[in-house]
């Protein structure tokens, strides 16, 4: 009964320790609205996240947009979406992305991943 005790004190001092260092990633929402990417209606160029921080690219426009990145941080292509409609992109390392839309080239912004 007493080995029972301390493994179970063990793996509780164990499981708190895990769950204080853990950091939780958080999601970012980049809206598509009037050809610029934007927070909280702001337009942004630059933005900082946190690896493993997931980024949700929203379409407000009335037309579609092709968010993507061809940068060794991480190269992606969301496809085309229509208004309405997010998509997703985890940056799981560090580093700086650039961000881009196919269809507006006057869209671009940078991720810089920390």
């Given at each position: 009964?007493?080995k029972?005790?301390?493994?179970?004190?063990?793996?509780?001092?164990?499981?708190?320790?895990l769950?204080?260092?853990?950091?939780?990633?958080?999601?970012?929402?980049?809206?598509?609205?009037?050809?610029?990417?934007?927070?909280?209606?702001?337009?942004?160029?630059t933005?900082?996240?946190?690896?493993?921080?997931?980024?949700?690219?929203?379409?407000?426009?009335?037309?579609?947009?092709?968010?993507?990145s061809?940068?060794?941080?991480?190269?992606?292509?969301?496809?085309?979406?229509?208004?309405?409609?997010?998509?997703?992109v985890?940056?799981?390392?560090?580093?700086?992305?650039?961000?881009?839309?196919?269809?507006?080239?006057?869209?671009?912004?940078e991720?810089s991943?920390?």
């Amino acid at each position: 009964m007493m080995k029972q005790k301390y493994l179970f004190s063990i793996a509780l001092v164990g499981l708190t320790t895990l769950f204080s260092t853990m950091t939780f990633a958080e999601e970012h929402v980049v809206a598509q609205h009037s050809k610029s990417f934007q927070i909280d209606g702001k337009k942004i160029e630059t933005m900082t996240v946190k690896i493993g921080d997931v980024i949700r690219f929203k379409n407000e426009d009335p037309f579609f947009h092709n968010i993507f990145s061809l940068s060794d941080l991480k190269t992606f292509d969301l496809g085309s979406f229509p208004k309405g409609q997010s998509k997703t992109v985890t940056f799981d390392k560090a580093g700086m992305a650039e961000v881009e839309c196919a269809i507006h080239p006057e869209m671009y912004m940078e991720v810089s991943v920390q």
